[in-house]
């Protein structure tokens, strides 16, 4: 009963921006730490960015200060807006939910980003 829908992915110029946003259902919201993932082929999958029940966000390296992560308690939706797109961020990106006190972890479907002109 546990869903994880991403959106917004799709295909944007360098420089260009996309916000990506996940819709959940099947968890306590507010029980789960929420996270960005992406992956490409042959390579593994890492942290984007994470934004824990309080609100405390964390973002790789390679993202900071281009992307944001947010959660809106009210839709049950974390979102990932990406500004200043580059071809690297090219991947599958995934949302994942990660229960506090338990081993509840669950993943969408992925959604397709690609940065290309």
């Known amino acids: 009963q546990v869903q994880l829908v991403e959106s917004g992915g799709g295909l944007v110029q360098p420089g260009g921006s996309l916000r990506l946003s996940c819709t959940t259902s099947g968890i306590i919201f507010s029980f789960y730490a929420m996270g960005w993932y992406r992956q490409n082929p042959g390579k593994q999958r890492e942290l984007v960015a994470f934004i824990t029940s309080g609100g405390n966000t964390n973002y790789s390296d390679s993202v900071k200060g281009r992307f944001t992560i947010s959660r809106d308690t009210a839709k049950n939706t974390v979102d990932l807006q990406m500004n200043s797109l580059k071809p690297e961020d090219t991947a599958v990106y995934y949302c994942?939910?990660?229960?506090?006190?338990?081993?509840?972890?669950?993943w969408g479907q992925g959604t397709q980003v690609t940065v290309s002109s």
């Open positions: 994942n939910a990660r229960a506090n006190y338990h081993s509840g972890n669950y």
